[in-house]
């Protein structure tokens, strides 16, 4: 069915990459109109998303706004070193109590997540309507007890700018997806 890497990452069968790609594209289409277009049958995808929103590989289905129109002018990447002397349990102590403070101020984060990179550990992606809602978020970052608001450093993008290398969106993904799909099936058939 699955096969699974020596590393522990997932290999999905050809079918199953080409309907993430379809997905990505446009996720509101009938299972009909995705079967059309990688090539198989309507009861075969009606499976196949059923099993990977049940293993978890799809975990929503959602649309990408254009922030600028509803009101949100500001993007930022905010980045957040934790306390190093914090125990495993104390952090996730901590996390749950920052999640609830999040929760109470209505924070605008789009993402956040630990990571490495920079002398940080934690990355949030927030919008803002303004910049003093941006110094909002800071305000309500520097509540959690285990953010280092000393060394808090911030990227802020203008989301009225008229240039944009990439502008967010999943498409971009599901092009490297199709191209991977095609590359694996060029190689077998030589």
Known sequence: MVKQTKQGGIILKDVELKLFAELLKNSRRSDRELAK?????????????????KEGYIREYTIIPNFEKLGFKIMAMTFIKRPKDVSAEEL?????????????????????????????????????????SFLEMLEGIKQFPHADVSSLQSFLIDLTDKVQYRPFTFSHISKYISTMVKNKETSAQK
Do not use: C, F, N, W
């Open 92 to 132: 996730e102590k901590l996390m749950k109590l920052g999640k609830e403070i999040a929760e109470k101020r209505g924070m605008k984060s789009v993402l956040a997540l630990r990571g490495m990179g920079l002398g940080y550990d934690v990355a949030v992606v927030s919008i803002h309507e303004d910049y003093s």
């Open 37 to 53: 277009a990688i090539g198989t049958s309507q009861p075969t995808v009606t499976r196949t998303l059923r099993r990977l929103e």
